[in-house]
Structures are given as structure tokens and as C-alpha cells.
Nanobody, 118 residues
């Protein structure tokens, strides 16, 4: 599975950005698509994920501000980020989990920088 992320950039506090991540290759049995982020000096953390049937999960810090969605026809996952804060500044990574023969396989995109200025 190859993941191509896009949409990062610089935005002022209170602004919005939309991240996209398109999956290609062996995309059969993809069960989870999501976004993680890693700020300088911090561990990578889950931002949001969407599970096969459409249920979603968000980090407490982004609830009510970020929305994750998935276009199955395009094999693409989106992260709409609104009311952004300087603490949202990080490299954002797309993540996909695919199941095959009873095993879970994790795939990561290349990361896209998001910077929120105060």
C-alpha cells in the first residue's frame, strides 16, 4: 500500500486546513484509515481515525474542531481542521491498517507539515 498525503501548510490561529491521503496498491481489506501527528520533541499521537463501518475516533484535543472522513470510491481519507491552534503545529502522518490472513499491516504516509501561527 502506498499513501500520498497532501494539504499541509501554514495557517493563522483560528484558520482551517484540509489534509488528504490517497491510498493505492494493495488496498483490499483496508480496515482503518487515520491521521497521527508528531510535534518537535514529542511522541507521535493519534489525531483521528475512521474504521471500516464509518465509526470515528478523535483525540480529546481536537474533538469539535477536526473532522475525519473517507471516500471509499477514491480510497482517500480527509482531515478537515478548523479553529486551529498553535499547539496543532506538527508533522501529520496518514496511517492505514490492512488485514490479511489474520494479520494487521500498518502503513504510513510521508508526513506533511502543518504550522499554525499565533
Amino acid at each position: 500500500v502506498q499513501l500520498q498525503a497532501s494539504g499541509g501548510g501554514l495557517v493563522q490561529a483560528g484558520g482551517s486546513l484540509r489534509l488528504s491521503c490517497a491510498a493505492s496498491g494493495n488496498i483490499a481489506s483496508i480496515s482503518v484509515m487515520g491521521w497521527y501527528r508528531q510535534a518537535p520533541g514529542k511522541q507521535r499521537e493519534l489525531v483521528a481515525q475512521i474504521i471500516g463501518g464509518g465509526s470515528t475516533d478523535y483525540a480529546d484535543s481536537v474533538k469539535g474542531r477536526f473532522t475525519i472522513s473517507r471516500d471509499n470510491a477514491k480510497n482517500t481519507v480527509y482531515l478537515q481542521m478548523n479553529s486551529m491552534k498553535p499547539e496543532d503545529t506538527a508533522v501529520y502522518y496518514c496511517n492505514v491498517i490492512r488485514w490479511s490472513a489474520g494479520r494487521a499491516y500498518n502503513y504510513w504516509g510521508q508526513g506533511t507539515q502543518v504550522t499554525v501561527s499565533s
